[in-house]
């Protein structure tokens, strides 16, 4: 019997073909503001794996199927499954997830095989050919194409008892595909591809990807090579998904059943006109074959008086705008051409309400585009697209929103906290009702069967009457109530009615998450006149400092610790957020994943530092520490940690108080006597009524960089520590040993 030896075999990243089938009934009865956060958490989720913010290389694309068999397929190349795994369930996460279901899925990993050089048997470091080498790790690195159209399939080597592939000596099954590439090799520059292997990864042994400008070159491809031997004698095939591309925010045009991509080529030429072939189809993926405009800024920051200044001399007056963040890039191409790609541009940037405007200037002899945002991240997404326009040789932007606020505007409306997704939350400025006394309020709810009696956490309540019927209105309210169901200040939103009035009740435990909830309300259908009131003495005096989007106990905390004169100074306890999570995996394999994740973070301003810190005293968990300036980067951040291997608990969501973090850099000379000072505080913090947990953490890479995690039955256990004498002694002796003033951040 003859055992013949299978060619050698080199494998690259991880490709998942995801596809999936639209629930259309579904989404044509979901209401309004339910189906606008579908989209806005699905381009999210795209927009984030097309910049590969999960993993240090790779790439993702989303496209348009045709027919009964899919509606759209996400294509994503990663290096290992783990990260396949991941993407999978954090698609499953989004609420666009809702309206899809899984139609089909392919695995498997891009290779290349000893057909292409007989010298590959044990890896790439056999082929002695640089060129050849440097050829193959393009095969198994691909980008993905920027092509129209896509055609993938699965496929197998026969195996029957006439004609079975694997039973033929190498020689001639290399003569079978060197003589199938030579029909590839004349479609080089029209069609491209992406071969993987799946022998034990899915149903069929290869998935063929092809990608083209024009579909009829990949049927004349197929059609050519279904006369080959290879294929008409050895080839058998799975389903066949045809499609065509689209940038990800187009998502709410393809939805809307609307022309997609919205944004066809600026300039018309083709994606790959170099192609090459030396493969088993004989195409290549060419040199520019890569994806979409990166979602990271293509420009320099500049001040803001240089930003206005420079858009000045291109007659735009930055001033008479409501723009947030402005982006000029000047181009070396003519205005007339020029305008043509903008004109294109401009009609997708229009299906976004941060978008204020884009046009082609002139001055002089220069042309410029200038392009204005609500926000920078909205901005820094489009400079990807501006900085691929045709002759553009440069890009600037600054902020533009960076004066002091005035008495009426409202904390939560900086450029940070703005939606960044395109939908625009209503202004939080000023409140779409009218306040009246608790007495008068109560008068009017009491007809609709609500006592505020009842709700005792609540201390703001508002009332909008509606012309709609109660029962039309539900689903909208529902919808609605589904978006603030996510902060913990939402107590109550109810449609009510009484002798043919309608009325939506909505209440609040402070005023000012009350007043960002009122804009909504304002907008329900038939929606009239509305009125609040505040139900207790608290909720005036805490309406400045609430946040919407996290706990209320935040600032009451810190306030309490101020008034307390711990830490004085607060070099950055009001301006920093941190999330502290927890995982039972080892440091090292931490460290590495959390290395990929921090070049992707540090890419943003609001990021200041990501860290693993481990056990002084060992200890069953190791720690990942993420600040960052603002609340929503550390949210978005913390979407992404949690995908950490190992990973048990976030800091905050175990029972009790939650976690005071405190963060230290000690002087080395000094480090010693901090850890044995810390094992003393350890030993009095034992004996504490309500006490459940404390560890001293160290970075993992600076034995210096420390913090103290505390676990508290509740709230008034942990105060009554930081009122005692022995945190005041402890707090002053710190402030000799540590480098710099310490750090205090609640984590709620």
Known sequence: MVRRRPPGTEEGWYALHDLRRIDWDAWREAPERTRQRALEEGIDYLQNHEAVVDAEEGGSAVFSIVGHKADL????????????????????????????????????????????????????????????????????????????????????????????????????????????????????????????????????????????????????????????????????????????????????????????????????????????????????????????????????????STFTRR?????????????????????????????????????????????VLTEVRTSDDSVAIVSLWANERAANTASGFLADLPGVTGGVGAPLDDEEPTAGDSEGDSEDEQD??????????????EEVDVEEFQRRVHRFGIDLDEHPDAGYALLFHSDTPAEDLVDEVDGLRGNFDHYDTHVLTTVRADSGDTAVVSLWANERAANT????????????????????????????????????????????????NIYAGQPHGEDVYALVLYSEADPEELREELDGLRERFEHYDTHVKSAVY????????????????????????????????????????????????????????????????FEEVGDALDDMEGHFETRLMVNETDENDMFIASHWREKDDAMAFFRSEDFRETVQWGREVLDGRPRHVFLA
């Open 311 to 355: 858009a000045g001399t291109y007659g735009v007056d930055v001033a008479e705008t409501d723009a947030g963040y402005g982006l000029l890039f000047e181009s070396d191409a003519d205005a007339g051409t020029l305008e043509e790609s903008v004109d294109e541009l401009r009609g997708n940037f229009d299906h976004y309400d941060t978008h």
């Open 517 to 564: 909830a009122s804009g909504f309300l304002a907008d329900l259908p038939g929606s009239g006149p509305g009125v609040g009131a505040a139900l207790g003495d608290d909720s005036a005096d805490g309406a400045d400092d609430a946040d919407t989007h996290g706990t209320d106990e935040d600032d009451d905390i810190r306030g309490e610790l101020e008034e307390l």
């Open 614 to 677: 481990a056990g002084e005293h060992d200890g069953d968990r190791t720690a990942i520490v993420s600040i960052w300036e603002t609340k929503e980067a550390a949210d978005t951040a913390g979407g992404f940690l949690s995908e950490l291997p190992g990973v048990v608990a976030r800091a905050g969501e175990e029972s009790g108080f939650g976690t005071m973090g405190m963060f230290y850099t000690v002087k080395p000379e000094y480090r010693e006597e901090f850890v044995d000072t």
């Open 73 to 304: 397929m996400i294509l994503h190349l990663r290096p290992t499954l783990e990260h396949l795994d991941r993407a999978e369930r954090r698609f499953e996460s989004t609420a666009l997830a809702e309206f899809t279901e899984r139609a089909s899925s392919y695995v498997s990993v891009t290779e290349v095989s000893g057909y292409m050089h007989e010298d590959l048997t044990d890896g790439l470091d056999d082929i002695e050919d640089a060129g050849m080498r440097n050829y193959m790790q393009q095969r198994i690195y691909p980008e993905i194409p920027d092509a129209e159209h896509v055609c993938f399939y699965p496929m197998d080597k026969r195996r029957g008892p006439e004609h079975n592939w694997y039973d033929l000596p190498f020689e001639e099954r290399k003569e079978y595909m060197s003589a199938h590439g030579d029909i590839g090799r004349e479609y080089a520059g029209k069609v491209t591809q992406i071969i993987t292997g799946s022998v034990g990864l899915d149903d069929h042994e290869w998935g063929v990807t092809l990608f083209a400008d024009d579909m009829t070159d990949i049927k004349h491809l197929l059609y050519e090579m279904r006369f080959d031997p290879s294929s008409s004698k050895f080839a058998e095939f799975g389903p066949f998904y045809v499609g065509r591309r689209f940038p990800s925010s187009d998502l709410g045009a393809l939805f809307a059943g609307e022309t997609v991509p919205a944004d066809d080529s600026a300039d018309g030429e083709s994606a790959h006109p170099d192609a090459e072939s030396e493969d088993d189809h004989g195409t290549d993926e060419g040199d520019d074959s890569g994806g979409r405009p990166s979602t990271d800024a293509d420009h320099e920051v500049v001040a803001p």
């Open 420 to 433: 960044s997704s395109g939908g625009g939350r209503p202004d939080t400025g000023g409140p779409e009702h």
